[in-house]
């Protein structure tokens, strides 16, 4: 006979522990938040950067490689990140991938930063130079700020 919970956790060896019981409750709450997706469009380089909180990493190259049309799907590297910066080839969009639905501000401005960079290095504006940094942390900045007002939006997730 098997054991569960009315939320049909099953108990650990530690036979109805309390921090057995209290991680898988978490694990459950983690796998039914459902990721949240909005895009953020620069009108000045006619690209949009889709983005998407939370889900796993495969399900984040899934989702890049169908808002890229790009096959077969990119594959997950395997490496365990807060977050990743997608982008193909040839293509003019991008996508951001954030592992957490309320990701810290560090690692999506390192992302964003990488975004940055790639727009500007399919563009010949590159290396990173005194003479266009004003354009990097311009166009940083506006990335920046269109994402925290699209997360701000989101009822459900505030940074």
């Given amino acids: ?34 990721p949240r997706h909005f895009e953020i469009y620069i009108p000045i380089y006619h690209l949009t950067i889709y983005v998407r909180l939370g889900g796993t990493t495969q399900q984040a190259y899934n989702y890049a490689s169908k808002k890229l049309d790009y096959s077969p799907p990119l594959q997950d590297d395997g490496s365990d990140a807060s977050g990743k910066f997608l982008a193909v080839p040839g293509k003019n969009d991008l996508c951001l991938w954030f592992k957490e639905l309320k990701p810290s501000i560090s690692c999506v401005v390192h992302e964003i930063f990488h975004a940055v960079c790639y727009i500007y290095q399919v563009r010949g504006i590159w290396p990173l130079t005194e003479s266009n940094e004003e354009a990097f942390a311009y166009l940083l900045g506006d990335i920046t700020r269109k994402f925290l007002l699209k997360v701000k939006s989101l009822p459900e997730i505030q940074l």
């Avoid at 939320?7 to 409750?25: D, R």
């Fill in 1 to 34: 006979m098997k054991l569960v919970n009315t939320l049909g956790l099953e108990p650990s060896a530690k036979a109805w522990g309390f921090e057995s019981l209290t991680g898988q409750l978490i694990n459950h709450l983690m796998k039914t938040k459902k």
